[in-house]
């Protein structure tokens, strides 16, 4: 973009006066030291405007090239940099900043007509229909301010604070011109107004973008595709909205993909979720929050590492008082076909739900489960999810299919599998059903628990594997802190031991994808509320340390709970003690990955082959499964698994024969 600009000279406006442009007043026109008119044709001019250098050619796909330059084109109020490309303006392009190497071509309009935030402020009323949960969005939101925004109205005082905070970003961004970045390219589109569009990104036959900003970068740009109506939007870096998506009210946060005749209302969506064919309104979609089915509808809910099936459903009211239920489904869990919910209600962690639920109710603390419907009841099978094997693959593929390329990433994401805030819930679980078993009451088989049923026998075997599962996580906790460490007597083994921070025992929380404690959480709100973080910029690094400190709290957790099972003190621990644990931990290792590859075994079954080797005998089904589907000895995931079991069994070898020494 030139920074300096003088008047046409009186040859420049003869020459573009004779190849059809035209002005009112050519001294409102003015250019850079090296203007080519003849690259500019059959252009009206009006207002104040700005052009560059028409110096290169622009290259096209398929191999076409054609001079920079602009033609056949109305022009109003604009800036536009160098070698920019402007052709078959229909209507007219207003009141833009449009900087270098920018191509336009086959435009309805393109125009800013009053002044604007470009989408930032916009309340989006997210969980609620009914409201009083709005999110103001903003350019750089992130899932866990967003969280807290929403879901912690019962600090009004700190809810103020954050709404006039991003109220004043949303000013200091309003401006009456818009802006297209470098490198940017909008082709045969019709209708842009009051959208401010990043450098680098694509819009290719969007149907109308209106009061919108398009976040792109050059490491990561944003794409925009046919068919596409978006109003009152922010799409954030890497970002793609195409094949007629329909948006109202949205924001749209990094490596997101909405497509496929999508249509989402009052919604937002955050890293790396993915909506194909169905129906959006009013939900949080946490992180990884992905849907790929013409009938699924997620309406009213807070969602996250969410997987939903086809025919997914849920309904938000009871035709009362209208739509003012909610819903809760925890980070991981899936839903299968035609699964409904009847909001309210809170699903756990990691749980996949099955059938059609008609019951108000609550399994947060009970993580890793199967809701299904049996006999139009709601019956819950307790921890069975951490013996599946997909449960592992998700966790494994998460981090993958992590598309964010931007140098700036907005969400904070703990992919663990096992945390505090996971274990927490295993260790309430167990509680739970030791305590359901001992007072509850039996009927037909079944223990009643929050708008569930629970088979006696899924209890007992639910408690058990919620015991491995903390098993596992405190003995990862314990390889994890000594591995590698030098210890010659017990007084080096307890400073080991000894956790960095007070900060971590006591609950924990998930921010839709950030798990931390929840003091660490009320610090940062209570300095929020107090002025001593008064800024966005000032949150966003609060959230990132806490993020950044997960280690050294997660160790404060596990050693309180160390402590509280072994009931000694670290100061008290002895190197028995931790062998000991260090056994537990190899054995519940052992055993769930046993489970795992038997669950992975099951997929290989002579069942699973129904359908292979449509045409053939036995002999063939079997060849013809196994050129398509491989062999269980031969499976990655079961590789995998038996490599995790001698890794994990020579760890704890190791750690135990340098603990001996020091007994």
Not at 183 to 193: D, L, P, Q, T
Not at 211 to 224: A, E, K, M, T
Not at 642 to 661: C, F, G, N, P, V
Request: proline letters at 3%; charged letters at 20%; a neutral charge.
């Amino acid at each position: 973009m030139a920074s300096k600009w003088r008047p046409l000279s009186p040859a420049e406006i003869s020459k573009l006066t004779s190849q059809g442009c035209t002005c009112p007043d050519w001294s409102k026109v003015l250019v850079a030291d090296g203007f080519n008119p003849e690259r500019v044709k059959t252009t009206a001019f009006s207002g104040d405007v700005r052009l560059g250098l028409f110096q290169k050619d622009v290259p096209f796909e398929g191999g076409l090239i054609r001079p920079s330059g602009i033609s056949n084109a109305t022009i109003h109020n604009c800036q536009i940099g160098n070698n920019v490309y402007i052709n078959q303006v229909k209507s007219y392009i207003a009141n833009y900043t449009i900087e270098d190497d920018v191509i336009i071509e086959n435009v309805d309009l393109l125009a800013v007509d009053t002044k604007t935030s470009f989408g930032n402020g916009t309340d989006v009323a997210v969980i609620n229909e009914a409201g009083g949960r709005e999110i103001s969005i903003y350019d750089n939101l992130s899932a866990q301010l967003g969280y807290v925004i929403a879901l912690y109205r019962h600090r009004p005082k700190l809810i103020e604070k954050l709404r006039a905070m991003i109220a004043g970003y949303a000013a200091s961004v309003a401006s009456s011109m818009g802006l297209v970045g470098t490198g940017a390219k909008i082709f045969n589109s019709r209708i842009i107004k009051n959208v401010r569009i990043g450098p680098a990104a694509t819009i290719e036959a969007a149907s109308r973008l209106e009061n919108g900003s398009i976040n792109s970068c050059p490491q990561d740009p944003v794409y925009i595709g046919p068919g596409v109506f978006a109003h009152n939007f922010i799409a954030c870096s890497g970002s793609k909205i195409s094949d007629g998506a329909i948006l109202s009210n949205c924001f749209v946060g990094q490596a997101t993909e909405l497509a496929k005749q999508y249509s989402a209302e009052n919604s937002v969506f955050f890293a790396n979720c993915g909506g194909f064919h169905g129906e959006a309104c009013a939900i949080f979609a946490g992180p990884y929050t992905v849907t790929h089915h013409k009938s699924t509808l997620l309406i009213a809910g807070l969602f996250s590492f969410l997987n939903a099936g086809s025919g997914t459903n849920q309904s938000n009211h009871m035709y009362k008082l209208g739509p003012v239920h909610q819903g809760i489904v925890e980070r991981g869990s899936k839903t299968a076909s035609d699964s409904y919910m009847l909001w309210p209600a809170k699903v756990g962690a990691f749980t996949v739900v099955m059938g059609r639920h008609y019951r108000n109710s609550d399994t947060s603390d009970l993580p890793f489960s199967y809701l299904i419907e049996h006999e139009d009841k709601s019956v819950l099978v307790p921890a069975v999810n951490l013996k599946s094997v997909g449960t592992v693959r998700d966790a494994k593929k998460w981090p993958k299919r992590d598309h964010r390329k931007d140098p700036k990433k907005l969400d904070l994401i703990n992919f663990k599998l096992l945390s505090p805030y996971t274990i927490q819930k295993m260790l309430n679980s167990c509680k739970l059903l030791r305590n359901l078993k001992a007072t509850g009451i039996e009927t037909a088989g079944y223990f009643e628990y929050h708008g569930v049923k629970i088979k006696h026998d899924s209890l007992e075997k639910g408690i058990r594997l919620y015991e491995i599962g903390i098993d596992k996580f405190l003995g990862n906790c314990l390889i994890h802190r000594l591995n590698g460490k030098q210890f010659t007597n017990v007084q080096q083994l307890r400073a080991e031991l000894k956790p960095q921070t007070d900060i971590g025992p006591g609950k924990w929380a998930d921010l839709a994808g950030l798990f931390a404690p929840e003091e660490a959480i009320a610090k940062i709100l209570d300095d929020i509320e107090s002025g001593a973080l008064g800024t966005l910029d000032q949150i966003t690094a609060a959230f990132t340390s806490a993020h950044e400190n997960y280690p050294a709290y997660e160790w404060a957790w596990a050693t309180n709970v160390l402590q509280q099972q072994l009931g000694k003190t670290i100061d008290a621990i002895s190197s028995k003690n931790i062998i000991e644990m260090i056994n537990k931990w190899k054995s519940a290792v052992i055993e769930l990955d046993n489970m795992l590859l038997a669950d992975t075994q099951k997929e290989f079954s002579e069942t699973v082959q129904t359908g292979y080797g449509i045409d053939g005998n036995f002999s063939e089904r079997t060849s013809d499964f196994a050129n398509v589907r491989g062999a269980f000895e031969t499976n990655t995931v079961a590789g995998e698994i038996k490599q995790h079991i001698d890794e994990k069994s020579r760890l704890a070898d190791e750690l135990i024969h340098r603990l001996q020494k020091i007994i």
